[in-house]
Every structure is written in structure tokens, then in C-alpha cells.
């Protein structure tokens, strides 16, 4: 499936996704380099909440660039298959094995406006990531360990607090929708 028809199939949750859907199915059209972070002013990301079986327990690290705890996720890079871009960086960013999706669906679709900043050195400049996100599971006895090049710790957290420990207040929104609706798919 291409990774057009993986956002077609989804179902938006509500008025923000039904708008962010547009626009991210606008740029796939537009833009045949959307899945390249080359294209600098937005490109396709995937991200993952990475909960216990029970779900209540989730993953969340310590982003070196946003100063703030966070789900997990990277860059496309040419990869279609988002559901790929978000199991691999989860397991380079957490260290975690027992990862599985819960499905292949994606689990929440967000335009998240990223601030410009320095990365390894070079200047990035401000663009959006059209990101997928992902909901996975986990054995919450492994133990998961940052990746120093992209998190200063990695750890679980009760679900019902976590969003406390987030110091990035637009990304709070973010987490609290995808919250909400694993509370009503929750075993």
C-alpha cells in the first residue's frame, strides 16, 4: 500500500485530524519528494505510543532538542511504509525487542509545527512533520535505554500521569487525544 492509501484508509477522530488529513493528502500530491526530510518545508514522519499490554503503562523519552518527555518517532527517509519508520525508530530510540503494533492502522494523524534548531551541528530550519503515529506494545518488565543520540532517558510511565512530566504544551493536545482513545479501546 502506498503511503497515500495508508492516510486515505484512516478514520479522523475529529475536526483537527479531518484538517491535517487534507493537508497532508494536499502535500503527498504536490510534493513527490514528502517522504525526504530534504523537502524542508514539511515531510512525512511516523511515531509511536508504545504502551504495556494493559495500557496503562507508556514509553515516553527525554528529547534532547525539546527539553521535554515524548513519544518516539523519526523521519521517513524515503521509507512508504510508515508503520516500518515507526517500529524501527522505536527500537533504535528505546532499545525495547517485545515490540508488536496493535494493529496496522494508523493510530492518530497530526501537522506538527517543528521550531527551528541545531542538529549534529548543522541548522534546521523551521517545517512541519505530516506524522503518522502508531500505537505498539510492549513487556513493561523489559526496561527500555535512551539512545544518547536523540534522548537523555528513556523510561515507562503510568499512563494517567505522564502527560505532567510533558514541558511542551502544544504537544500536550497531541498526547491527551491519543490518551482518550486508548482509554476506549483499553483490555
Known sequence: MDVKD??????????????????????I???????LRSNLT?????????VNPKMDRIVFAFHHIYQSWAWVGGHADGNPNLLEVALRETKEETGLTTIRPFNNDIFTIDVIYVHNHIKKGQYVPDHL???????????DDEIPYANPDEHQDVKWFD????????????????????FQHIQMIKP
Open 6 to 27: 495508508q492516510f486515505l484508509n484512516y478514520q479522523t477522530k475529529n475536526e483537527q485530524e479531518q484538517r491535517d488529513l487534507d493537508l497532508i493528502l494536499q502535500f
Open 29 to 35: 500530491d504536490r510534493n513527490p519528494d514528502a517522504l
Open 42 to 50: 514539511a515531510h512525512l514522519t511516523a511515531s509511536a505510543f508504545v
Open 129 to 139: 512533520h505530516l506524522n503518522a503515529t502508531y500505537l505498539l506494545i510492549a513487556d
Open 159 to 178: 499512563i494517567n500521569h505522564v502527560i505532567e512530566m510533558v514541558s511542551e504544551d502544544r504537544m500536550k493536545p497531541v498526547y491527551q487525544k491519543a
